[in-house]
Nanobody, 121 residues
Framework: QVHLVESGGGLVQAGGSLRLSCIASGRIFRINSMGWYRQTPGKQRELVATITSGGITNYADSVKGRFTISRDNAQDTVYLEMNNLKPGDTAVYYC???????????????WGQGTQVTVSS
């Protein structure tokens, strides 16, 4: 099993910054893409940013220029640097990885438990 633990969420004023971290552990053979998603009550979970094993990034239009995703492959960790936060960024942020546990397994997605980010106006 692959376990994901997120940290770094909290309460911040508009214009402030936060840095989220997500560490993957357990039986891991290979991690392909890593990413962050967010969800607010009554809405579907939406993509925030993803990063491939080769470092290619993809961002939601709403966070481009404000958020930066990065990863440390040696530590199986993905980060999300969030700057100039807005009240609309308030959500539970979830870490997601596409990983395989053995050389024979197909990769599948794993989710963390989520971390709350609240931006006050």
């Amino acid at each position: 099993q692959v376990h994901l633990v997120e940290s770094g969420g909290g309460l911040v004023q508009a214009g402030g910054s936060l840095r989220l971290s997500c560490i993957a552990s357990g039986r891991i053979f290979r991690i392909n893409s890593m990413g962050w998603y967010r969800q607010t009550p009554g809405k579907q979970r939406e993509l925030v940013a993803t990063i491939t094993s080769g470092g290619i990034t993809n961002y939601a239009d709403s966070v481009k220029g404000r958020f930066t995703i990065s990863r440390d492959n040696a530590q199986d960790t993905v980060y999300l640097e969030m700057n100039n936060l807005k009240p609309g960024d308030t959500a539970v942020y979830y870490c997601n990885v596409d990983a395989s546990m053995t050389i024979w397994d197909s990769a599948r997605g794993y989710w963390g438990q989520g971390t709350q980010v609240t931006v006050s106006s």
